[in-house]
């Protein structure tokens, strides 16, 4: 039988169009982390498809973990760990831990020398939450060179691509 032009066709055959997040979560104090998460901010915006949220931590909660489509954990290096306000984040979110599983992240830090301790704390919290990492880390030193913010931006595009290529597949 063919179908009469006044059935509903746009409910039956509606297009959805969702964009994908990318969460740049970061902690600085002096700037230089924060221009390295508006860089990779930057990178995954580039990718069609792609919003980024860049929150420090004291604006982001549990919800903003939750609710995005990959995530960038970006902090100073303090005593070579990651800064406070950064580990109290992940504190408070063991919570939700099984809402985040397999998103992919990535982690950039900064410091006054080229210590990559504060990326090794960072990524054992990639392993902690079941996360995927997507992209090597960035060890930035001292003010971000052009090079560490090229490396950020394609962090960025990296980010990008893994959450566009998870929403494509099926759910369970
Ligand atoms: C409390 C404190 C501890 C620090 N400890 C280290 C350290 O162990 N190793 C290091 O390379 N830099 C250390 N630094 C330097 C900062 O990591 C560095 O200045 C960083 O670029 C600051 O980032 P921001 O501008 O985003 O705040 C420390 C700075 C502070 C304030």
Redesign the pocket.
Not at 92 to 100: A, C, E, Q, T, W
């Given at each position: 039988m063919l179908k009469s032009a006044a059935q509903p066709f746009s409910k039956h055959y509606e297009v959805r169009m969702e964009m994908v997040e990318v969460f740049v979560l970061y902690y600085?104090?002096?700037?230089?982390?924060?221009k390295l998460a508006r860089a990779i901010a930057e990178g995954a915006e580039g990718v069609e498809g792609v919003f980024a949220a860049v929150k420090r931590t004291d604006y982001a909660t549990g919800v903003d973990f939750v609710d995005c489509s990959a995530v960038a954990f970006g902090s100073?290096?303090?005593?070579?760990y990651m800064a406070g306000p950064m580990k109290d984040f992940f504190d408070k979110s063991l919570g939700i831990r099984d809402r985040v599983t397999g998103k992919p992240a990535a982690a950039f830090t900064?410091?006054?020398?080229s210590?990559d301790?504060?990326l090794q704390s960072l990524e054992r919290m990639i392993n902690s939450f079941r996360l995927e990492k997507a992209a090597d880390g960035v060890v930035s030193v001292?003010e971000p060179s052009e090079a560490d913010l090229g490396k950020c931006r394609a962090m960025g595009v990296a980010l990008a691509r893994a959450a566009l290529k998870r929403a494509e597949e099926p759910k369970e």
């Amino acid at each position: 039988m063919l179908k009469s032009a006044a059935q509903p066709f746009s409910k039956h055959y509606e297009v959805r169009m969702e964009m994908v997040e990318v969460f740049v979560l970061y902690y600085s104090r002096g700037g230089r982390t924060e221009k390295l998460a508006r860089a990779i901010a930057e990178g995954a915006e580039g990718v069609e498809g792609v919003f980024a949220a860049v929150k420090r931590t004291d604006y982001a909660t549990g919800v903003d973990f939750v609710d995005c489509s990959a995530v960038a954990f970006g902090s100073p290096n303090y005593f070579s760990y990651m800064a406070g306000p950064m580990k109290d984040f992940f504190d408070k979110s063991l919570g939700i831990r099984d809402r985040v599983t397999g998103k992919p992240a990535a982690a950039f830090t900064s410091g006054g020398g080229s210590s990559d301790s504060a990326l090794q704390s960072l990524e054992r919290m990639i392993n902690s939450f079941r996360l995927e990492k997507a992209a090597d880390g960035v060890v930035s030193v001292g003010e971000p060179s052009e090079a560490d913010l090229g490396k950020c931006r394609a962090m960025g595009v990296a980010l990008a691509r893994a959450a566009l290529k998870r929403a494509e597949e099926p759910k369970e």
